[in-house]
């Protein structure tokens, strides 16, 4: 395993989806949604964040 910025950068990428994944499965949207956003995140990893981020329920 490698110790350097990459490494850095992917864990805490990880991090991220995670944390997006378990917002999305606890917010308040119906079951449809929650599955296309958890999709979204999962299958298109950065971009999926990012629009999550920007269009994603707020609550």
Same mark, same amino acid.
């Given at each position: 395993? $490698? ?8 864990? +805490?990428? +990880? ?8 917002? +999305? /499965?606890?917010s308040? /949207?119906?079951?449809g $949604?929650?599955?296309?956003?958890? /999709? ?9 964040? +990012? /629009?999550?981020?920007?269009?994603g329920?707020?609550?």
């Amino acid at each position: 395993m $490698s110790t350097g910025y990459g490494s850095f950068c992917g864990l +805490i990428h +990880i991090v991220f989806v995670v944390v997006a994944l378990v917002k +999305i /499965a606890n917010s308040n /949207a119906d079951t449809g $949604s929650k599955l296309l956003w958890a /999709a979204a995140v999962f299958f298109f990893p950065f971009l999926g964040l +990012i /629009a999550w981020w920007i269009w994603g329920p707020k609550s």
